[in-house]
């Protein structure tokens, strides 16, 4: 979008190929880039455009797909052979094995590496301090506290305890502003919290917790402290192992809880958590250092907000089984029409039928079942969804056009149950195959054959 607005010529080009290619949203990334970027870019005449352009791709290892990191990085590196644009990119990420390996494929003559670490600390604390100056002086204003609030000393003191981790100094930044008349207070809060250097991450950890420990509010009686704590360590508990981003009101209909809690356990997190006013829009984490933040117990060392990895993956694999069971069926959208290709229903009718919730329990239940540690046993939940509704939810991910993630899916259920002391196939107590058993063969001979099996559910 951004690229069509800004060359106006370029706009016509991605115009053709999108409707040259209907589907291209669904097209693999390679044919994206060459068609929507590359192409366009290729086409573009002499004068036509500027001198370059920059693409900005900000956090790339939080791309939690390994393959699809090295794609993109090879598919950049096709941008070479433009002749009439330049095309520079600037690329921000944690030095992750997939994204190290991936560079070592392009030539070191054309990509330049510049490892933050390796700044002058002078550096790093100088750009904090404007930062935390600029952002600061405006809460100032808005506040009535002075144009030279919060005073150089201050900065000082809380350049200190950033420690060189731009990330503290944002964090810190959000929670003041979002105190509103208590801005001034938020900030002696940190100042007290922070009043000894240690390590940055000790620091940033600090933080977290203030944020945490600020959001459950001391006129509660312990009772109430209690459930709302345990209510935000489920709720953040999925936020941070979700497999793919969702909104608040999904979330909500996920985890089978009321909007009102949702939005009571994160009202004051907006210092940690980007969390939309349109509550359609995913919830996002600032910085994914939260995250491991709050799996650790040498880190978040409040035991009221530590969050068990493996039991927040049990909570969604439960809760994404419990939704598909309740809405999961035959012809889920109600074509009648066995023959109907699923490219011919839009993505409006798919969304009313299997919303965005739905989509998500359909496609990650095993991931998320696998990551638990669960042993499987017959009768528990799993058997029995397999039993009733393996079929409607092969259906459902062919709708989606994910039939290949369900195949996976099986593959991954079935090293579950090789792996687990107490059941060794699927089966019923009775001398016939179970359905689930049926069902799982006729996938594994599909797959076998390389066929693709016609699903009727």
Same mark, same amino acid.
């Given at each position: 979008?951004?690229?069509?607005?800004? &060359?106006?010529?370029?706009?016509?080009?991605?115009?053709?190929?999108? *409707?040259?290619?209907?589907?291209?949203?669904?097209?693999?990334?390679?044919?994206?880039?060459?068609?929507?970027?590359?192409?366009?870019?290729?086409?573009?005449?002499?004068?036509?455009?500027?001198?370059?352009?920059?693409?900005?791709?900000?956090?790339?290892?939080?791309?939690?797909?390994?393959? !699809?990191?090295?794609?993109?990085?090879?598919?950049?590196?096709?941008?070479?052979? %433009?002749?009439?644009?330049?095309?520079?990119?600037?690329?921000?990420?944690?030095?992750?094995?997939?994204?190290?390996?991936?560079?070592?494929?392009?030539?070191?003559?054309?990509?330049?590496?510049? /490892?933050?670490?390796?700044?002058?600390?002078?550096?790093?604390?100088?750009?904090?301090? =404007?930062? @935390?100056?600029?952002?600061?002086?405006?809460?100032?204003?808005?506040?009535?506290?002075?144009?030279?609030?919060?005073?150089?000393?201050?900065?000082?003191?809380?350049?200190?305890?950033?420690?060189?981790?731009?990330?503290?100094?944002?964090?810190?930044?959000?929670?003041?502003?979002?105190?509103?008349?208590? &801005?001034?207070?938020? @900030?002696?809060?940190?100042?007290?919290?922070?009043?000894? /250097?240690?390590?940055?991450?000790?620091?940033?950890?600090?933080?977290?917790?203030?944020?945490?420990?600020?959001?459950?509010?001391?006129?509660?009686?312990?009772?109430?402290?209690?459930?709302?704590?345990?209510?935000?360590?489920?709720?953040?508990?999925?936020? /941070?192992? %979700?497999?793919?981003?969702?909104?608040?009101?999904?979330? *909500?209909?996920?985890?089978?809880?009321?909007?009102?809690?949702?939005?009571?356990?994160?009202?004051?997190? !907006?210092?940690?958590?980007? +969390? #939309?006013?349109?509550? *359609?829009? #995913?919830?996002?984490?600032?910085?994914?250092?939260?995250?491991?933040?709050?799996?650790?117990?040498?880190?978040?060392?409040?035991?009221?907000?530590? /969050?068990?990895?493996?039991?927040?993956?049990?909570?969604?694999?439960?809760?994404?089984?419990?939704?598909?069971?309740?809405?999961?069926?035959?012809?889920?959208?109600?074509?009648?029409?066995?023959?109907?290709?699923?490219?011919?229903?839009?993505?409006?009718?798919?969304?009313?039928?299997?919303?965005?919730?739905?989509?998500?329990?359909?496609?990650?239940?095993?991931?998320?079942?696998?990551?638990?540690?669960?042993?499987?046993?017959?009768?528990?939940?799993?058997?029995?969804?397999?039993?009733?509704?393996?079929?409607?939810?092969?259906?459902?991910?062919?709708?989606?056009?994910?039939?290949?993630?369900? =195949?996976?899916?099986?593959?991954?259920?079935?090293?579950?149950?090789?792996?687990? #002391?107490? %059941?060794?196939?699927?089966?019923?107590?009775?001398?016939?195959?179970?359905?689930?058993? +049926?069902?799982?063969?006729?996938?594994?001979?599909?797959?076998?054959?390389?066929?693709?099996?016609? +699903?009727?559910?």
């Amino acid at each position: 979008m951004q690229l069509a607005n800004n &060359a106006p010529p370029l706009r016509d080009y991605i115009c053709a190929a999108i *409707t040259g290619r209907s589907d291209i949203a669904s097209q693999s990334l390679r044919d994206q880039w060459r068609q929507l970027i590359l192409g366009p870019l290729s086409n573009l005449g002499d004068t036509s455009c500027p001198l370059s352009y920059i693409l900005v791709i900000d956090a790339l290892d939080e791309c939690e797909d390994e393959n !699809h990191i090295q794609t993109i990085l090879q598919l950049l590196a096709e941008a070479r052979g %433009l002749k009439t644009c330049r095309l520079r990119i600037f690329l921000t990420s944690r030095p992750e094995i997939p994204i190290r390996y991936s560079f070592y494929q392009i030539p070191d003559a054309e990509h330049q590496n510049l /490892v933050l670490h390796n700044i002058s600390p002078a550096t790093v604390d100088h750009d904090v301090a =404007i930062f @935390l100056e600029y952002k600061l002086g405006l809460i100032g204003k808005e506040r009535a506290l002075g144009s030279r609030w919060p005073g150089e000393e201050v900065i000082e003191r809380l350049v200190q305890s950033a420690s060189g981790l731009f990330i503290w100094a944002a964090t810190a930044y959000r929670f003041i502003r979002e105190g509103g008349p208590f &801005a001034a207070k938020r @900030l002696d809060m940190i100042l007290k919290e922070s009043n000894y /250097v240690t390590a940055p991450e000790k620091d940033l950890d600090t933080i977290y917790i203030t944020v945490l420990r600020h959001s459950i509010h001391t006129n509660y009686t312990d009772k109430e402290r209690e459930e709302l704590c345990s209510a935000l360590r489920r709720i953040l508990g999925s936020v /941070v192992v %979700l497999s793919s981003q969702l909104s608040a009101n999904a979330l *909500t209909k996920l985890l089978n809880i009321t909007k009102q809690e949702v939005d009571q356990a994160l009202d004051d997190l !907006h210092a940690i958590l980007d +969390i #939309p006013e349109d509550q *359609t829009r #995913p919830l996002r984490l600032h910085h994914p250092s939260f995250r491991d933040f709050l799996h650790s117990k040498e880190r978040c060392t409040n035991s009221n907000f530590w /969050v068990d990895e493996k039991q927040a993956h049990r909570i969604l694999a439960e809760s994404c089984i419990r939704l598909m069971s309740k809405t999961l069926k035959r012809d889920i959208c109600g074509l009648r029409a066995p023959g109907v290709l699923a490219t011919e229903v839009k993505s409006s009718q798919l969304e009313q039928y299997l919303p965005s919730e739905v989509q998500y329990a359909c496609l990650y239940w095993v991931q998320h079942l696998q990551k638990s540690g669960i042993k499987l046993q017959d009768g528990d939940q799993v058997h029995q969804f397999l039993q009733i509704h393996l079929l409607h939810w092969l259906e459902a991910l062919s709708w989606m056009r994910n039939i290949s993630e369900g =195949i996976l899916a099986i593959i991954t259920l079935q090293s579950i149950v090789r792996v687990s #002391p107490v %059941l060794v196939h699927f089966k019923v107590p009775t001398k016939q195959p179970s359905r689930t058993a +049926i069902a799982l063969a006729y996938i594994n001979s599909a797959m076998t054959s390389n066929a693709s099996p016609h +699903i009727a559910a």
